[in-house]
């Protein structure tokens, strides 16, 4: 089999219920329904986690996020949490023959940590270093500063007349906050995000200089489609791969105006609508350049969403009966289903036959996966080899999946699952989602209550005692 292109498209807090191919109704997603239905769709696929960075971590590197020290949430001046030195997805590919590039969020950390990152010079290590030939990415999310895009370690239409800081203890004097102008803002926030006002958007740190380098927030989706489709169009004579994270639906959710008002649910509603365009945008590049039948693509998502992020857009108000978890318990940072379950779809047409798969999957195996679909023997800590479910020629994934939120972490295996007791609030006081928090072990059946409301626990305490026993070995 030759090597396909291979392309990752990454979502950022789009939930399992958000797309029309897992049951949305009231956003029209028919690019990314069209993916689905020429390819597989997983109905039990996971991130490994309830948040971004985690679960990027594990997909650069098929290892276990929870397994090194700092692989949470970061700031956006954070220090690479890859070690240069790992396996990762990018670098295997590379060293397979593959032009590999990013277009999009990276939230790994860029700098050594050695010192602040100085945004007016080269940032390393960054992407580059991990295995990426080219990049263009924003530092962290769209809600942290610098709102700037990073091409190759440099800042875009940076000016050295206008430098670039950024810090996220302290503000820069006379640099105006949420907090102390107010009137400057445009998206109100509900909790955090009242730093640097960036096009009239509250922020999470502080930013000053940098200008004509600053993003324009519902130029984003163009911006980076733009990058994408040269990447895939440009004529070379090896294969590629590109890993494109793009930001729809995380916050703050700015569509371009063409989308604005199109699903009646708001800037989320919207975000997913322009996020299905973009899908559409790369699926028409690859038709156009006479590719799409050489290219794997695999489209997922970094965690479970959520509504109110930090800024009042009228998710909540607006939502109405979509579901953005579909069926599942919880959302974003939840140790419940909807915190990691999430849509995944594998389209490679005329290779992978059509088809619901309810193998269970997940992104911590697509480097295992993707080396063995390529002839690589780079080795993953802890991922496995599910190319043949992946591709649709097998029923069976893995027997069972350890998942994490917040650090936490809960224990899947075949259709159960157990969350052992941890500590915090039932409910997140900032964005309302029910976290899984528990004194007791929690044990559901997922294939007779996908939503979680019966705890078996006490009832079935053999199988409590089982699951607990190979839970604590996958942890080791
Ligand atoms: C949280 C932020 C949230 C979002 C999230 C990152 C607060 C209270 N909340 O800490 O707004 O930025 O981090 O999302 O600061 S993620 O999808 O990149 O993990
Ligand atoms: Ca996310």
């Known amino acids: 089999m030759p090597k396909p292109h291979i392309i990752v498209i990454y979502m950022d807090d789009l939930g399992y219920g958000d ?5 949305a109704t009231r956003v029209a997603t028919p690019r990314i329904d069209a993916l689905a239905a020429e390819g597989v769709r997983f109905t039990d696929g996971y991130a490994t986690s309830a948040t971004c960075t985690p679960s990027r971590y594990a997909l650069m590197t098929g290892r276990y996020p929870w397994r090194i020290d700092g692989a949470e949430i970061l700031a956006g001046d954070a220090a690479l949490i890859i070690d240069p030195a790992e396996v990762t997805l990018p670098r295997m590919l590379s060293e397979a023959g593959y032009r590999t590039g990013i277009v999009g969020k990276w939230h790994l950390g860029l700098g050594s940590g050695d010192a602040p990152i100085d945004w007016n010079a080269q940032i390393s290590p960054g992407p580059g270093d991990v295995g990426f030939d080219e990049s263009f990415i924003m530092a962290a999310t769209q809600d942290r500063v610098p709102t700037v895009f990073i091409r190759d370690g440099f800042v875009v239409d940076a000016d050295p007349n206008d430098p670039i800081d950024v810090d996220y203890e302290t503000n820069f004097e006379g640099e105006p906050t949420a907090l102390t102008h107010p009137e400057m803002v445009r998206m109100p926030w509900t909790h955090r995000h009242n730093d640097s006002i960036v096009n009239g958007i509250p922020r999470i740190g502080f930013m000053k200089g940098g200008t004509a380098a600053r993003w324009v927030d519902e130029e984003i989706a163009d911006r ?3 990058e994408a489709v040269e990447f895939i169009q440009r004529d070379r ?6 890993y494109l ?6 916050v703050p959710r700015t569509p371009h105006p063409r989308f604005a008002g199109s699903t009646g649910m708001g800037p989320r509603g919207d975000a997913i609508a322009e996020a299905d365009w973009c899908v559409g945008r790369i699926v028409d590049a690859l038709e156009e350049a006479g590719l799409r039948d050489d290219t794997l693509i695999i489209f997922t998502s970094d965690n479970g969403p959520v509504l109110d992020d930090g800024y009042q857009d ?3 108000e607006l939502a109405g009966d979509h579901r953005p978890a579909g069926p599942l318990r919880g959302g974003k940072y939840s140790l419940f289903d909807g915190g990691t379950r999430v849509p995944f779809i594998v389209s490679w047409p005329g290779v992978v036959e059509p088809q619901t798969s309810s193998a269970l999957v997940c992104q911590l195996d697509i480097l295992a996966s993707l080396a063995a679909l390529v002839g690589s ?4 800590v802890d991922g496995e080899n599910l190319s043949d479910a992946l591709l649709g020629r097998s029923p069976h994934g893995r027997r069972s999946l350890v998942l994490e939120a917040m650090t936490h972490t809960v224990f899947r295996a075949e259709n159960w699952v157990l969350i052992p007791p941890s500590k915090g609030p039932e409910i997140l006081a900032e964005t309302g989602i029910e976290s899984g928090h528990s004194d007791q072990y929690q044990l559901y059946d997922l294939g007779a209550d996908i939503a979680e409301t019966r705890n078996v626990a006490a009832e079935q305490p053999d199988r409590t005692a089982d699951l607990i026993a190979r839970y604590e070995e996958a942890l080791r």
Request: aromatic share 12%; proline share 15%.
């Open 19 to 23: 797309v029309g191919a897992y049951g």
């Open 224 to 226: 980076l489609m733009d």
């Open 237 to 242: 004579p090896e294969p590629f791969f590109l």
């Open 245 to 250: 994270p793009l930001h729809q639906p995380h």
């Open 314 to 316: 009228g998710a909540i």
């Open 377 to 380: 023997d780079a080795a993953s």
